[in-house]
């Protein structure tokens, strides 16, 4: 079956500007995982989903960033008035439930912000 | 705090030159240790879960081992195709789901 696609695959923005970054997870897993991961860092997580819950919140560098998720399917990252240091490649990851271990990973969106 | 460190950050191999990536790890109560294979430009795909001490787990020329402390990626006769960089990540037992990330070992493999 297909596997969690994200898109864009890459994002150009100027500075200031809003981003909107889209996940489809794997058909029928509940729980859905935002990360960053930046030139040369490990995974910071950002955010997960139980079903539309957030849960955990408390991954979210600053309150321009924020997530939500319909339907239990497709999640969306907003980026409002972003900066340079936003730029990063933003992965997704879905599994059958919280605490399954085995995620499932994105390509990821790479963001560039100018 | 959870802490993992993945060493070393790079590795260079010849090909059939077997080796070994450390994990170590400092947490309160290990739920479970996972390996991930990360290729340029994707995303990261699972490899193993280890639970235990003593536990190995193997898949073709990669076998996961733990310890209470560290985990081992070990490589035997590595292949041009087994270039990648390798995460590591750590749950921790009756806290949060979401795993800890090491900032990973980039493996090239020469032929």
């Known amino acids: 079956g297909a596997g969690v696609s994200q898109s864009p695959s890459n994002k150009v923005t100027e500075k200031g500007k809003d981003v909107e970054l889209r996940c489809d997870p794997i058909s029928g897993h509940t729980a859905l995982y935002w990360y960053r991961q930046s030139l040369g860092q490990g995974l910071e997580f950002l955010i997960y989903f139980q079903g539309n819950s957030a849960p955990d919140k408390s991954g979210l560098p600053s309150d321009r960033f924020s997530a939500e998720r319909t339907g239990g399917s497709v999640s969306t990252l907003t980026i409002q008035r972003t900066q340079q240091e936003d730029s990063a490649v933003y992965l997704c990851a879905s599994s059958r439930a919280t605490g399954e271990e085995t995620q499932y990973f994105g390509p990821g969106t790479r963001l560039l912000v100018l | 705090e959870d802490q993992v460190t993945q060493s070393p950050e790079a590795l260079r191999l010849q090909e059939g030159e077997s080796s070994s990536l450390n994990c170590s790890y400092t947490v309160s109560g290990l739920r479970g240790l996972f390996w991930y294979r990360q290729d340029p430009g994707k995303g990261p795909e699972f490899l193993f879960t280890?639970?235990?001490a003593g536990e190995e787990k193997e898949k073709e020329r990669l076998k996961a081992t733990l310890t209470k402390k560290e985990s081992f990626l070990h490589i035997t006769a590595p292949k041009p195709e087994d270039s990648a960089t390798y995460l590591c990540?750590?749950?921790?037992?009756?806290?949060?789901?979401?795993?800890?990330f090491g900032r990973g070992t980039s493996l090239i493999v020469h032929p």
């Open positions: 280890l639970y235990s």
């Open positions: 990540a750590v749950q921790v037992r009756g806290g949060s789901y979401i795993p800890t």
